[in-house]
């Protein structure tokens, strides 16, 4: 959804300060009708502001430990240099999180990245899924996605696979994010991929098996005004049903705008409206680092299923403030429905703390 083009347009703050305007450069537009093609829209789409490709998941350790797993790349035209020739105008950046839930640890080990593209330090594709920053990759061969990363606390190399179709959000991967349509983003997921490789923690690689999502969205529109932040959450069910919900918060704390995406195990998707779709904070952690207090476990009604979601742990916060200039939770869930357990999923908040401002 369109939450990290709220995120990225921060990257742009410099050209702002310099006294460029954006204003001019025109951004590849979003418009409802328009047939999303695969496998051409794996890959990047260069002429749209922001992009993204996200995947989160639960792994599993030799013997049976939980751990919770993101990997997230950026695309962000920067508006800046765009008729400049030289190889240095920063036309594109690549950006990118990860991070790893560790129970043992408390809290998350998490690394980010940050390059032009260009000169072998970062890049796209187009026509398949593959970016990269330094030595941070994902990579897409028909329904096999490999991801690559090296931090300084932690590293892991894992194999995704989906042996299912994407499920397209919104309205045939149209997905509106406010009243004004003009505030949407091309959207869609795949869910229920499961995971092999090994994830290397204290220098100690480990086999790992798993389950994850994995989102691709891009969108040339910043968030409605009056957007504080927002909630999201991704669920892959034990019956192999999966679910995707979103609400965007104003000032206030009050829903601006919901949405879901249902899966049924038959493959059979249901899109749901903003009136179908609520989210109730039962539980607040506030962090020791940052003061931030975030709601860490909820209760969210979707149609006229409620679901209860707790946190694999509560310290699940990511401080990007080297690249994307934000502190936002995101960690794994566990998700129950009538006070039993049905499956796992991914939590993304953000706004929290103090609104993030441009200009």
Do not use: C
């Not at 035209?77 to 105008?89: I, K, L």
């Not at 997921?189 to 389950?211: E, F």
Request: glycine residues 10%; aromatic residues 12%; neutral net charge.
């Amino acid at each position: 959804m369109d939450r990290r083009a709220f995120l990225l347009t921060l990257a742009t703050l410099p050209a702002f300060r310099a006294g460029k305007s954006l204003a001019a450069v025109d951004f590849a537009a979003v418009l409802p009708g328009h047939k999303l093609t695969f496998p051409s829209d794996h890959g990047a789409h260069p002429d749209f502001r922001v992009e993204w490709w996200y995947a989160t998941g639960w792994l599993a350790l030799p013997d049976g430990s939980p751990l919770g797993f993101q990997i997230t790349f950026f695309r962000l035209r920067t508006g800046v240099g765009e008729d400049n020739p030289s190889a240095f105008a920063p036309r594109q950046l690549i950006l990118a999180h990860a991070a790893i839930a560790d129970p043992n640890l408390g809290r998350l080990r998490h690394d980010q990245r940050s390059a032009r593209t260009g000169f072998g330090r970062a890049g796209f594709e187009t026509g398949r899924t593959g970016v990269w920053v330094g030595d941070w990759r994902m990579e897409q061969s028909g329904d096999r996605y490999q991801t690559e990363v090296r931090a300084e606390d932690f590293a892991y190399a894992l194999t995704l696979d989906a042996d299912g179709p994407p499920l397209l959000n919104g309205v045939a991967g149209f997905s509106v994010k406010a009243p004004d349509q003009r505030h949407a983003s091309y959207y869609y997921s795949r869910p229920q991929l499961k995971v092999n490789g090994t994830v290397t923690l204290d220098r100690r690689p480990q086999a790992v098996t798993g389950i994850a999502w994995l989102d691709h969205e891009w969108s040339s529109e910043l968030l409605p005004d009056g957007a504080q932040g927002w909630d999201w959450i991704s669920v892959n069910f034990y019956d192999g049903s999966a679910m995707m919900a979103f609400r965007l918060r104003s000032t206030n704390g009050q829903p601006l705008w919901s949405a879901a995406t249902f899966l049924d195990a038959g493959g059979n998707a249901q899109m749901l409206a903003p009136d179908a779709v609520a989210f109730e904070a039962l539980r607040h952690w506030r962090s020791a680092r940052t003061g931030i207090s975030y709601p860490v476990e909820w209760r969210i009604r979707i149609g006229l299923r409620h679901f209860h979601l707790q946190p694999l742990i509560n310290d699940q916060e990511l401080d990007s403030r080297r690249s994307t200039g934000a502190v936002y939770w995101e960690g794994a869930v566990r998700v129950a429905e009538d006070g039993r357990d049905i499956g796992r999923g991914y939590l993304e908040m953000t706004g929290y703390g103090e609104r993030i401002r441009l200009g």
